[in-house]
């Protein structure tokens, strides 16, 4: 973990505030008592420290990393009003809903309200009934917004997704340049940067556009320590993807797809075989959309088959498992994609299924761009394929990425460090391999693709065999012991190693290079890895939960707990979550509460949560225990 803050202890700490309760000065005992939470997440502590004494601050932390917590959990122990400007606006009503049942007075303001409804809220925003305001930043434009401001007693301006102020950013909305007006117009009111993703440049360009003053800068490891990543090997992909599906049928995953013919497809071949699944895509008429979404975060439906269009500003904790059906344009997208997976800090899935087609394909779209996108595009691919196909860690190769290192040893679950290929001694494959690229160039004058040499070497009878004469070289046929994907492997392998390259452009050919030349003459030894193994079952501890933290207890207990938490929150018009996340119903299985008291030191109940849904919890908890005894007994 890095963190970039400078060190002056406690500087510019208010002192002298009116002590009313604990909960208005410990934040430790103000996380119990708001949130449920004995401990902070990493960063998390110090942040609200640095909040809490009215700095200003920066702050880059992952998706699940808790960077609501950071301005919220001080929101409740100051008197005023902070101010959360955030871009998406289906995650306002959520996050809303989450404070208001923990018993934090919240609202928020949209385009989505209707007049009387705006009304009430502006009029309760005047007495000072809130605590926390959500605002989309166009809000910001319109007349009487800064004397309202004013007359609210503003304490804090907490600008989510902070990223979306910068032109270098990949996210970059103009309304977010407005907010470069706050600190004009408040010069007295602290900010608070956030966002989960920035390179270095927009690091500096947020900082610089909201002119933070002297800020502590904190930027968290964007390791996530609970998802395991995985590449599976495209044989037949759907039977592929119906097999890992059939064994996770009551967890929700989202599985995204290229295109929405192909999210179409894959949603009905699964509620074929009997996963439920709904359909996501920018196709789909707004209301179904919005409808099969809402299906999806509220537990009705496990499965979603979705377009990237699917994500932004959903904030559902529970999803067990992301898998990428075709393989995503860059490894950024990638990383954001499969972050969306295990929020709740329990173990998660990403998996990338992956075919020696899919780069050809993407390569395909590459060519309709402009001259000076096609150069950055194909970069990305190259980086992307370089992670689907090596052999190293994947999760270091994430990390990698955002400048961050990953010390060897410390991988928590990947396919190459946990279930590494064998490795084999190929130089007679290689050999049968480098010469018939050779002799295809010798006979022919020019260089073919990967395709077309494997064709050579498994001896298949095709037009262009026939038409080059091809069928007449000595490497003709020399390979046929060993499958086509195999071979098609190989070369990707010994491309990889150095030994071919592979030209860019959509009519991409493969040469042998001055290594692959020197291995070919002086005969060198070179080591393949074995083909992947299609799907295996899962490693055990990644789903029995047997080894420490959040397993999952009680199986037939946490489902009875899931099927009230659902009742409870179907009631309420919530999602699922905003009663008790994942993590919380796991702990309740596992350390079986008798007792309100027993129940308050579960993760997650806070003392709000304990008064209204304790009870019914503990109910479930005993009528659960009455059930096995009788079982038992009968
Ligand atoms: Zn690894």
């Known amino acids: 973990m890095i963190v970039e803050a400078r060190m002056s202890p406690d500087a510019g700490r208010e002192v002298g505030q009116p002590v009313s309760t604990l909960f208005d000065t410990d934040p430790k005992a103000a996380l119990k008592h708001h949130f449920g939470f004995d401990a902070f997440r990493p960063l998390q502590a110090d942040i609200v420290d640095d909040v809490l004494a009215g700095r200003d601050v920066f702050a880059l932390l992952p998706t699940g990393g808790g960077k609501s ?30 404070l208001t049942a923990a018993g934090i007075p919240a609202t928020f303001l949209n385009s989505t309200l209707d007049a009387n409804e705006a009304r009430r809220r502006l009029r309760t925003l005047h007495e000072g009934g809130y605590r926390l305001l959500y605002l989309a930043p166009e809000r910001l434009a319109l007349p009487h917004v800064y004397r309202d401001l004013e007359a609210w007693n503003v304490t804090r301006f907490a600008i989510d997704e902070a990223h979306c102020i910068s032109e270098w950013g990949h996210d970059f909305r103009p309304d977010y340049r407005r907010l470069a007006e706050l600190r004009r117009a408040f010069p007295s009111v602290p900010v608070l940067a956030l966002t989960a993703t920035a390179t270095t440049r927009v690091r500096e360009d947020i900082v610089e556009s909201l002119q933070l003053r002297d800020p502590r800068r904190y930027v968290a490891s964007f390791n996530r320590p609970n998802l395991s990543y995985r590449v599976v090997e495209k044989q037949n992909a759907l039977k592929q993807l119906l097999a890992f599906g059939r064994t996770r049928r009551k967890e929700s995953g989202i599985i995204y797809a290229a295109s929405r013919r192909q999210v179409e497809t894959l949603a009905e071949k699964l509620r074929e075989a009997g996963i439920a699944a709904l359909p996501y895509h920018a196709g789909l008429d707004p209301s179904e959309r919005s409808y099969n979404q809402e299906r999806f975060v509220r537990d009705d439906v496990p499965v979603i088959c979705a377009t990237v269009a699917f994500g932004m500003g959903i904030n559902k904790s529970n999803v067990r498992y992301v898998v990428h059906f075709d393989l995503p344009k860059n490894l950024e997208s990638y990383y954001q994609e499969t972050g969306r997976a295990g929020r709740d800090g329990l173990p998660a899935e990403c998996v990338l299924f992956y075919g020696s087609n899919d780069t050809a394909k993407l390569l395909g779209f590459i060519e309709e761009k402009e001259a000076d996108e096609r150069e950055r595009a194909r970069d990305a691919l190259r980086v992307m394929q370089h992670y689907a196909e090596g052999t190293e860690c994947r999760r270091a190769m994430l990390l990698e990425y955002f400048g961050e290192r990953l010390a060897p040893g410390d991988c928590t679950g990947c396919d190459n460090c946990f279930a590494p290929r064998a490795r084999f001694d190929g130089t007679v494959a290689a050999q049968k391999f480098l010469s ?3 002799r295809v160039r010798q006979a022919s004058g020019f260089s073919v693709g990967l395709n077309h040499l494997v064709d050579v070497l498994t001896g298949r009878e095709t037009e262009k065999v026939r038409g080059w004469n091809h069928d007449a070289l000595t490497t003709y046929g020399i390979g046929k012991g060993t499958a086509r994907p195999e071979w098609i492997a190989i070369g990707r392998e010994l491309t990889r190693l150095g030994l071919l390259r592979q030209t860019p452009g959509l009519r991409s050919v493969v040469e042998l290079t001055e290594s692959g030349r020197k291995t070919l003459l002086e005969r060198r030894t070179v080591e393949l890895t074995a083909a992947a193994v299609v799907e295996r079952d899962r490693t055990s501890g990644a789903d029995d939960g047997g080894s420490g933290d959040g397993g999952p207890g009680d199986e037939e207990l946490f489902d009875d707990l899931r099927a009230l938490r659902k009742r409870i929150a179907d009631q309420r018009d919530v999602p699922a979550y905003v009663i008790f996340p994942d993590t919380t119903l796991r702990a309740m299985a596992r350390d079986v509460p008798a007792s309100l008291a027993e129940l308050r030191s579960i993760p997650g109940v806070g003392d709000k949560k304990l008064a209204d849904y304790g009870e019914a919890f503990l109910s479930a908890i005993a009528s659960r225990a009455t059930r096995e005894n009788a079982e038992e007994n009968a």
């Open 69 to 98: 917590l950071c301005f919220q959990l001080p929101a409740v122990m100051r008197p005023g009003l902070t101010v959360v400007v955030s871009p998406l606006i289906a995650l306002m009503k959520d996050q809303v809903d989450a």
């Open 436 to 438: 018939n690229v050779v």
